[in-house]
């Protein structure tokens, strides 16, 4: 289906952590030929090059239901083509006081919290209309970020402090990788159709992705935490030797060296760590050892989407 396979493991303000890594088709399989920094002319010469592409980011691409339901616009890739223009000029602009925050303008907060902040239950109450004693952190989230067996639950989307958050991200991503894209053709999974129907439709196809998710689907020893740690790189690194043979992956000789070496020793080898986890998840999937998705709903088809080889079957129930 796909010549060239990509996945981003997207920073929204240093340039030098945004990483990938590639995957070319070879003649059974595939050949991861790089891990390195994304490049300036990253949607020029990987997006729109000659070959047919997939590529996946690891920020959210969809809306929760139950906000964009009130947006008023039909579904996801309208409302993503009219945000940050005329009556929505403000969406991408982070709210920094609890009044600022409206559906126009979700993303909070900018800045660190004051001390005795109720924090997220602002967004609960502006977005959704939650009372605060009934709210759970979960009402702010698309259904494919609740928690599962072997994750815990992503961070709702709106939400842009702290590590583990990933607003500032989406709105970085969206507006120069995302919504660029599309205007150029790009199609966009799974909102568009499933993948072997996009593959014959457009020669580059988007899709999230998500690096807490693809560690499952490599391995169940998978190594997480402390991944800014060398030592700990290079025993997952080990873990994706293993995985490799499964799906038809080989590794070029420089990707070799960079897994051996734990992708270097600063913390940020992290970046790199995560861009080849996400990226061997996808190739499970084109190579159908892996479903890329379970029976959605109409709300995830139309608002929601999904994370690339997610089955609806881990899922648990929301319970935060």
Not at 9 to 23: C, F, I, L, P, T
Not at 54 to 67: R, T
Not at 167 to 189: N, S, T
Not at 225 to 254: D, H, L, N, S, T
Request: aromatic share 10%; charged share 30%; with cysteine.
């Amino acid at each position: 289906m796909f010549d060239l396979l990509i996945h981003a493991d997207w920073s929204a303000n240093e340039a030098s952590k945004r990483q990938m890594a590639v995957a070319e088709r070879a003649s059974v399989g595939w050949q991861v030929t790089d891990v390195k920094q994304v490049p300036p002319n990253f949607l020029e010469v990987q997006l729109f090059g000659k070959k047919r592409v997939l590529a996946g980011f690891d920020f959210p691409i969809g809306l929760p239901a139950a906000y964009g339901k009130q947006t008023g616009f039909r579904d996801f890739r309208e409302a993503l083509a009219a945000f940050g223009d005329g009556d929505w000029a403000e969406f991408y602009t982070v709210a920094e006081e609890k009044k600022d925050i409206s559906i126009q303008r979700p993303f909070y907060p900018k800045n660190v919290m004051p001390k005795g902040s109720k924090k997220r239950t602002y967004l609960l109450e502006a977005l959704l209309r939650k009372e605060l004693d009934t709210a759970r952190a979960d009402d702010l989230r698309r259904r494919c970020e609740y928690r599962t067996q072997k994750r815990p639950a992503a961070s709702p989307i709106f939400w842009t402090l702290g590590a583990k958050q990933v607003g500032k991200a989406a709105i970085d991503g969206w507006q120069h990788v995302i919504r660029p894209a599309l205007e150029r053709g790009a199609r966009l999974w799974p909102f568009d159709g499933r993948l072997a129907d996009l593959s014959n439709a457009a020669n580059c196809v988007l899709c999230e992705t998500y690096p807490a998710e693809a560690y499952g689907h490599i391995s169940n020893q998978f190594p997480v935490k402390g991944k800014r740690k060398q030592e700990v790189r290079r025993a997952g690194a080990e873990e994706m030797r293993k995985f490799a043979p499964r799906c038809g992956i080989e590794f070029a000789a420089k990707v070799q060296k960079q897994m051996g070496d734990g992708f270097g020793p600063d913390p940020s080898g992290e970046d790199a760590y995560d861009a080849l986890a996400g990226l061997l998840s996808m190739i499970a999937v084109v190579q159908q050892h892996r479903d890329e998705c379970g029976p959605l709903t109409p709300d995830e088809l139309a608002w929601e989407g999904w994370i690339m080889g997610l089955a609806t079957k881990d899922l648990l129930t929301a319970c935060s």
